[in-house]
């Protein structure tokens, strides 16, 4: 039950962790072809779980980062996000121009106040 | 009907698979991937894989969240079981895809063996891509067509997972950290736009906030029960509102 990547061979958990809990349901929808109803209370659930799960790792990634991101402060991250989120909610939505003006949040104000 | 009745002789199974290909490099989805796996990689690299892991897990994982999902629950110390039960969470959305298009791709001469490596290639870029594209095909060489569509999207990220993996250890750190930044804000950004109704975007501010209360209060599987509560919480206001309408 408590076992970590450090375990077992990484390819094996490669197999075992990432590609078989994803692919096994593009396998159901060859082989169980009925259609699903998309807006059934069931899909409707999980897409809410796991839209909070992929929001949870964003939260995670910005909050307690890996490597270089580590070295900046926090408040810098945290502002460049709010940046970043809140461009893409004025600007039509565009995923593109979020993700740029976050960027370069993050790039000037490290190396603004940066050490 | 008309594309039935148009000659399968025109377009051998090469042609298609080239076909979609070219399909891939024109379409604005693969700018897109490209900018998604360069941070893929980066992250990849600072949580400790290496460039072979990297490329093979974007070759078979072939889904950007469950990817992203995978090396962050891994590196950060999550079980193996938590981490495969939220990337099983994360695939579920293929299934209706998968469903959604075969029927379209399919003769009754396909095998099903062949269905599944096609299967294989239906993420969100190359499923919406299909959709638009497949009428100009006749119907015998639609799988060829998206399978070409979506290597034609595989073999860019794959060098974007490279490309981002070399420049997370090669740039100085404030650069490897703007390439290590894509993930969040890029995923957060396309999560919210793909949020279309209320209980999608309660999931997501309610994961944002749950997730690192959980994970400060050290629960054990804490990214699996933040995320459980938060999207049941959100389905709970979707429910309590569709019971006042």
Redesign the interface.
Known sequence: MNLTVSDLNPYLVLILVGFLPNEIWRWLGVFFARRIDEESEVMVWVRAVATAILAGVIAQLVLTPPGALASLPLWIRLAAIATGFAVFLAVRRSVFLGVLCGEAALVGLSLAFGS | MTEELQPVETMTSVAAFWRGMIAAGRSVFVY?LF?TFIGYGA?A???G??VL?SL??TA??W?G??????V??????????Q??????????????????L??VVKTAQTR?WH??AS??F?AVSMWVESFRLIPQIPRERRLAFCNGLGFGLMVPALAATALGYAL?AKLP??????V??????????????N?RVL??K???????????V??YAEFDLD??L???????L??GC?RVREAMR
């Open positions: 897109v900018g992250l690299h600072d949580l894989f290496s892991w093979v897990s078979l994982i889904a969240p469950a990817q992203v999902i995978v962050s629950a891994l590196g950060s110390g999550s079980t193996l079981v981490a495969a039960i939220a990337v099983a969470l994360s695939g579920i959305r293929l299934m209706p895809m998968v469903v959604a075969l029927p099903p269905l599944l299967a294989h239906i997370a750190p404030v650069l490897a950290s703007a290590l930044f894509i993930t969040p804000i890029a995923f957060l950004c396309s999560t919210a736009r949020s209980v999608d309660l999931a997501l501010v309610f994961g944002l906030v749950l997730a690192p959980f994970a990214l699996l933040a995320g459980v509560t938060a999207g049941t959100a389905y979707h």
